[in-house]
């Protein structure tokens, strides 16, 4: 049972390239949610899910994307990658009754 | 909308002393009540949730937490803090009829031998 599984760990993008975070889950979980921490300002909320086909925004929703074809997976795009978007990304999912469970994060680093 | 304040951002304390880290949230309605911990270069682990029954809540390596609904309050406690609880410590809110869980700034704990 691999939890949350989120790729890659690091990456290091340039000014305006795109990239996708990628977070799968084999718990069947219908919740899952996109994160970002930053020093001093915890954990906000980018986008989250709850269920396949429908998302929304959280508190910090600009300039990412999402999408959710599957109840398994829970893609994050940047399309335009900024520097204010250098972060460390955190997926997590849950379902009713349970606490959130958290992947491993990605350190994202723009240049 | 619902917010969550964590008052303390860094606390220290030698081993052996209580801990006690506040937790404030703003929403009117029901919530679920959580505790998260990230020790250094890890990602979050649940340490104790709220959603019902007792507001005594106990949670894993000796850690309570009390709602007080009046208070809009879930502090974390424990007893006697160790060196291995050096961590980052997050509180976080969901309200019942939203799916968004909701963070406050975090705590870093610095425990000393």
């Known amino acids: 049972n691999a939890g949350v599984t989120q790729t890659p760990k690091f990456q290091v993008l340039k000014t305006g390239q795109s990239m996708t975070l990628q977070c799968a889950q084999d718990?069947?979980?219908?919740?899952m949610s996109w994160y970002r921490q930053d020093p001093g300002m915890g954990l906000r909320l980018i986008h989250y899910?709850?269920?396949?086909?429908?998302?929304d925004q959280g508190e910090v929703p600009n300039g990412y994307n999402v999408s959710r074809s599957t109840t398994e997976d829970f893609p994050l795009r940047l399309l335009s990658a900024a520097p204010s978007q250098t972060s460390v990304y955190f997926c997590?999912?849950?379902?009713?009754?349970?606490?959130?469970?958290f992947g491993s994060g990605t350190r994202l680093t723009v240049v | 909308a619902q917010s969550v304040s964590q008052h303390n951002h860094h606390v220290i304390l030698s081993e052996a002393a209580s801990l006690e880290l506040g937790c404030n949230y703003s929403?009117?309605?029901?919530?679920?009540l959580f505790w998260y911990v990230q020790y250094p270069g890890q990602h979050l682990q649940l340490l104790l949730k709220?959603?019902?029954?007792?507001?005594l809540v106990k949670g894993i390596k000796g850690f309570e937490a009390e709602f007080i609904k009046s208070k809009f309050s879930f502090n974390l406690r424990k007893p006697s803090v160790q060196w291995s609880d050096t961590a980052e410590y997050f509180c976080?809110?969901?309200?019942?009829?939203?799916?968004?869980?909701?963070f406050g700034t975090g705590t870093r704990l610095q425990v000393f031998p």
């Open positions: 997590a999912s849950t379902s009713i009754g349970y606490g959130y469970t």
């Open positions: 718990m069947n979980h219908e919740y």
């Open positions: 899910s709850v269920g396949a086909g429908i998302t």
């Open positions: 929403y009117g309605g029901t919530v679920n």
């Open positions: 709220y959603f019902s029954g007792d507001p």
């Open positions: 976080a809110v969901n309200a019942r009829n939203t799916d968004k869980l909701i």
